[in-house]
């Protein structure tokens, strides 16, 4: 069965400091991969998704993850992070590329930055 | 601007009570998916529908029950049966055409009193 497993509850970084969110998934097949964020009391909001070509993909609010096949992962980074960047983060895969395919969440990282 | 809107941001249920979450958009998305979001759980899928007058059961329909009567609207009632109701609860749509990731609305807490 497909799953996402997201190691790591909660992590502080300082402010300007790089950031690195670990992400592992299970799936048999070509995962399609996302990650969201989600501010307190508020719905997810995609950063970015991978379905298949460059392993590097770039989002938006200055956030990229890397696909690593051999490694079963999708790692979100950002060399400096802002106090605005306090959130929780979600890893999630999904089953196809289709909206007919369901798709799976980690149970989230809660970042915190230290002034 | 088009978007999810879920309505109302807060909820309070007493004991034996249904209640209902609305859930509309303007997306023009055809599948609509309602999560359970509980701390340090994640989200857990409870209902989803692709089209009109269709939905599938997710990993925890005990306890609700959908309608999907509008493309717009997918409406989430919490029964009397479900025995922990308290919890964030998030509405979300997706093209039918290819993975653009899920749009979400902002939420609706319920808590019962």
């Known amino acids: 069965a497909q799953s996402v497993t997201q190691p790591d509850i909660h992590i502080t970084v300082s402010e300007g400091a790089s950031l690195e969110l670990r992400c592992n998934y299970s799936?048999?097949?070509?995962?399609?991969l996302f990650w969201y964020v989600q501010s307190p009391g508020q719905g997810l909001q995609l950063l970015l998704k991978y379905f298949s070509g460059d392993t590097l993909v770039q989002g938006i609010k200055g956030f990229e993850a890397e696909f690593k096949r051999s490694q079963s992962s999708f790692n979100l980074r950002k060399p400096s992070v802002h106090w605005s960047d306090a959130a929780e983060y979600f890893c999630?895969?999904?089953?196809?590329?289709?909206?007919?395919?369901?798709?799976?969440f980690g149970s989230g990282t809660r970042l915190s930055i230290r002034p | 601007d088009g978007g999810i809107t879920q309505s109302p941001k807060y909820l309070f249920r007493k004991e034996g009570q249904n209640v209902t979450l609305s859930c509309e958009q303007n997306l023009n998305h055809d599948a609509m998916y309602w999560y359970r979001q509980d701390p340090g759980q994640g989200l857990r899928l409870i209902y989803y529908?692709?089209?009109?007058?269709?939905?599938q059961k997710g990993d925890i329909a005990e306890g609700y029950s959908v309608s999907r009567e509008k493309k717009e609207s997918f409406p989430l009632t919490v029964t009397s049966a479900q025995k922990n109701p308290t919890a964030f609860y998030l509405c979300a749509s997706n093209k039918a055409d290819g993975y653009y990731g899920y749009t979400f609305g902002s939420g609706t807490r319920l808590t019962v009193v």
């Open positions: 529908s692709q089209i009109v007058n269709d939905f």
């Open positions: 999630a895969v999904a089953t196809g590329y289709s909206s007919a395919s369901k798709i799976i």
């Open positions: 799936y048999g097949a070509t995962p399609y």
